[in-house]
């Protein structure tokens, strides 16, 4: 606790020193006309009272700007560094427009449970309500996308706010909070004021401790079930509860099956796992979900592209559920036994009742599945597939980077031909499912882990959303792979024309700029592969390059996305890839 | 608690009491939740609670949909300390009328008779109207409007519903404390 000395600061102030003592040290935002206080005091640090975090120097604390051409890709790229480091990200944008562009992002931050602190400027106080030049009530249109937002209005409220914005966003089931400030506040005069304790009588920090009847419970149903699956979600990332999720499966023997959010929560390469279940997951998993007599869901919430037909979903399987949010725990399902609790501490406590189990007929079971049903064989053809693309890209990279996709077909694949063996190094947005998310969202990992290969795997259709950004890619010369799967169409939706349209194509098709010229516009290399045998020496030259590179595959325009489980159907009901003459995919061989 | 959702499905409609912050945009906060999940509100009232800087909001939602899953995300909310649905319990509720009518020499006191049989209360009678306020339950103050529909209701206006469990317990019983969590700089805390 300090009240400091008794010297004013800024409003503008109090917000670079609640980011110093809040640990930020990475923003990413625009300036605009609200928030050019923010600005003014970017470089000078904070207003540096003391005590300040140990081994930090007040007014050289190290808080880096990233300045990038569109707020959207501010909120994605604080987004993508919130999920790399555990760290709260931070972005910045100005009232009105730069408000409205970070919706989308936080949003997504929203869906997928990422702890975001958007700051926006807000036009002057006096101007609030009356249509000012650049008014957006940014409050009101984020109240249903944040965990918590709010408005503040007085200079005095900005260290609590600051500090209540961190908590509330970091903590618990973690999620997006704004906090908008009018310029004349920020640039009002006040005392800072700083306390250790966060004061929310309306926030409970519950679920740190699990009901230990609960755990028993579950307990005792994993040592009678016979076939039993995990089902683990993006909670084993978020909790970082990989070590804890590892013993449960190894001691229980019990297979692990990660949904889109949940991979890279558990070795891709293990023997148990057995990749992604749902709409476009493995025919195996889908199939074992349904026979499994006992299902354990850690940190999900058996999101509708995971279960598919809720009616039918595991419809013989007991259900033990794990989660942070108690409004989670029997929303779609309900559980036999809930343990309302943070994911690392709960399994910590089940695994201290879990015996050893042995499921040979199980294991038998499912392994016939996967000989059965190759969901992702690749079929032999001299076309550059997309598939064989991303497989590729896995075995010349060996899965050493981390993975950054948008959404639609090559997503999936990537989720499916990627084998990611280390925690948390894939990047996707699941829930909201925005597309050109790859570009930004490859920036912000790529600030978060510098030492890591970043590879951005991106839709032809979604690279176009957000591409003015390799203008900032150029500026601060990340390496960043973009691997554009590049096969002339919003793939997905075509083939979602052609499956439950009648095949009537409309306004799919697309054409693309020459991406390779559009990169060397930009100041970066650009690189084209057309034939089968030009795609690994491409993606060989394209992880020798020093800098950012984009790739522009140019892959079969009409390959469908399978396994597939039709919107409203159950799991049960999951098309396998369609019969062929098959190449094994890059997992098998990597056991081998 | 999962339990008694059978039990509360049952009933409708839904009586909602919550306790929350008293500061601008919780109302809106609360109402955005439920118009997303496609309820309509049948009546809503606010005030001050016995906590200073709290207020007690009770609603009223007619609905055959399980309100559990709202209450729980309307609970998540920072500006929501408590809420609970006490549609099962037993409680007391009430609300409160204020009707203007037309009246004549000749009906007012036909009219009186008929406020009189309610307990409602006189608060203004001028030569050709006159405003009644009358406090009970929905069924009521609804049997107070049919009978005065003989003679011309010209306005009225409902409280909507007020509500209190039962007892000695209070319905927000834990009253929560003035919780308090350590946060030092640069330290995360997941």
Known sequence: MDNGDKKQYTGAQMVMESFIREGVDTIFGMPGGANLPLYDVLERGGVGINPVPEGVEPKSYPIKHYLVKHEQAAAHAADAYARITGKAGVCYGTSGPGATNLVTGIANAFMDSVPLVCVTGQVIRALIGRDGFQEADIQGITIPITKHNELVLDVDDIPRAMQQAFHIATTGRPGPVLVDIPRDTLQQKGEFYWSDKVQLRGYRQNGLVPDPNEIQKAADLIAQAERPVILAGHGVIISRAYDELLKLAETANIPVITTLLGISGFPGTHPLYLGMPGMHGMYWNNRAINDADLLIGLGVRFDDRVTGRLDDFAPKAKIVHIDIDPAEIGKNVRPAAAIHCDLKTGLTELNKHVKPGERTAWFEWIDEMRRDHPSIAIRETDEVLPQFVIDSIYRETKGDCIVCTGVGQHQMWAAQYFWYDKPNSFVTSGGLGTMGFEVPAAMGAQVAAPDDTVWSICGDGGFMMTLQELATIAEYDWPIKFAIINNGTLGMVRQWQELFYENNVVSTPLKSPDFVKLAEAFGIKGLRAERKEEVAPVIHAAMEHDGPVVVDFRVTYDENLYPMVPPGASLDETIDQPAMETAPAGKQEVKA | ?190
């Open chain 2, 1 to 190: 608690m999962t339990n008694s959702t059978d039990d509360i499905r049952k009933i409708r409609p839904h009586t909602i009491i919550a306790l929350v912050e008293d500061r601008p945009g919780v109302l809106n906060r609360v109402a955005s939740k439920w118009r997303q999940r496609g309820f309509n509100i049948e009546s809503l009232a606010v005030g001050h609670s016995e906590k200073p800087g709290l207020s007690r909001m009770t609603f009223v939602v007619d609905s055959d949909a399980n309100a559990e899953q709202v209450v729980r995300q309307l609970d998540k909310l920072v500006d929501v300390v408590d809420i609970r649905d006490i549609s099962h319990e037993d409680m007391v509720a009430r609300e409160m009328a204020i009707i203007k009518l037309k009246s004549t020499k000749e009906t007012r006191s036909q009219i009186i008779d008929i406020a009189d049989l309610f307990k409602a209360n006189l608060l203004d009678v001028s030569p050709d109207s006159l405003i009644l306020e009358a406090t009970g339950d929905e069924g009521k103050i609804d049997s107070l409007v049919t009978l005065l529909r003989d003679y011309e209701i010209t306005e009225l206006v409902r409280t909507g519903r007020v509500a209190m469990i039962r007892g000695g317990g209070v319905s927000h019983p834990e009253l929560p404390k003035e919780e308090q969590y350590d946060r030092y700089p640069g330290v995360h805390t997941w």
